[in-house]
């Protein structure tokens, strides 16, 4: 089992910047990414990266959206850029393992395989104002 903690969320004016960390207590068993949830909509995958640092991103979050990690210090980050309102939502940091995920992996893509990770922390709220 993982524990996921996430934290950096913030309410931030249009075209802002946040960067949303995610420790873990377990790490490199693990596949990671960001998914978001907004108030009335179904979960959105955001972003992954692979253990070999392949990375994958949402359409709606490409050219704005960095994810990276800190292998030491089990830390899963997201550099959000050029926030927009639509980006309003609370983050969930997700984890799984790829014995677990592959199948849905391979039939969906990692991006939309993010919302059914079986592992995630609390979220942090990401409020953008135009």
């Known amino acids: 089992q993982v524990q996921l903690a996430e934290s950096g969320g913030d309410s931030v004016q249009a075209g802002g910047s946040l960067r949303l960390s995610c420790s873990a207590s377990?790490?490199?068993?693990?596949?990671m990414g960001w998914f978001r949830q907004a108030p009335g909509k179904e979960r959105e995958g955001v972003a992954t990266?692979?253990?070999?640092?392949?990375?994958y991103y949402a359409d709606s979050v490409k050219g704005r959206f960095t994810i990276s990690q800190d292998y030491v210090m089990n830390i899963l980050y997201l550099q959000m850029n050029n926030l927009k309102p639509e980006d309003t939502a609370m983050y969930y940091c997700?984890?799984?393992?790829?014995?677990?995920?592959?199948?849905?992996?391979?039939?969906?893509?990692?991006?939309?395989?993010?919302?059914?990770?079986?592992?995630w922390g609390q979220g942090t709220q990401v409020t953008v104002s135009s």
């Open positions: 377990r790490y490199t068993v693990y596949y």
């Open positions: 990266m692979t253990t070999d640092g392949r990375t």
């Open positions: 997700a984890a799984d393992l790829w014995a677990i995920v592959r199948a849905r992996v391979d039939l969906m893509g990692w991006v939309r395989t993010l919302p059914t990770f079986g592992y």
